[in-house]
């Protein structure tokens, strides 16, 4: 003996055989519109899950950004205090500090694959000012060590010294890598800053 359920299904799947047969133009635009309904939905779906990403990957920037750059704002400052007294020392402890911020930039760089365009943007511009600058500090350490190389005495003496053009040229590659994360910053999370005097500016 058949079930009340399958004989139900069956029921339904003969009238529904029967409308298709002897309405098949509604049906079929029914059928359309009951999918284009769904695509709609998933569609807005996924928009409002990428905008919620792209939120979340921008505030994520935002504070690493902000500690990135007070971190670059200290160095700079200092320098331009102290000047190129001893450059040597300058550019070792500058890559120190580059090395010491490295991690959060990369990490910015991994959340901005999923940050709005524009911050995404401005995140790999600070990146590329920031290795900019590495490889100025480094120039300036490899003249020193050809120098040495070629004449040590004339080095210790003073009569010889590399050009600390490379070491201005990258304090300000480290300035233009805090203008890019300026932008970066939220601007809300930026007015409290300076309101506040947590806010060096460079």
């Known amino acids: 003996m058949l079930s009340p359920r399958i004989v139900l299904l069956s029921v339904s799947v003969a009238f529904l055989a029967g409308l298709l047969l002897r309405f098949p133009d509604y049906l079929t635009a029914a059928a359309t519109a009951v999918l284009a309904g769904f695509a709609g939905v998933q569609i807005w ?14 505030a994520r920037l ?32 500058a890559i120190k500090h580059a090395a010491d911020v490295r991690d959060r930039l990369e990490q910015g760089l991994i959340d901005a694959s999923a940050a709005s365009p524009p911050v995404a943007a401005r995140m790999r511009a600070a990146y590329a000012q920031y290795q900019r600058a590495v490889a100025q500090f480094e120039s300036y350490l490899g003249d020193y060590h050809r120098m040495v190389r070629a004449d040590v005495g004339a080095v210790a003496r003073g009569e010889v010294t590399p050009n600390v053009e490379p070491l201005s040229a990258g304090r300000e590659s480290f300035r233009a890598c805090c203008f890019e994360l300026d932008r970066v910053v939220e601007p809300a999370l930026l007015a409290e800053a300076k309101r506040l005097g947590a806010w060096r500016e460079v």
């Not at 779906?45 to 921008?58: D, G, H, I, T």
């Open 45 to 58: 779906v996924e928009r409002s899950k990428r905008q919620s990403e792209e939120r979340s990957a921008n």
């Open 62 to 93: 935002s504070a690493n950004a902000f500690e990135t750059r007070k971190a670059l704002a200290d160095w700079i400052l200092t320098s331009q205090e102290t000047g190129w007294i001893a450059p040597v020392q300058v550019a070792q402890g």
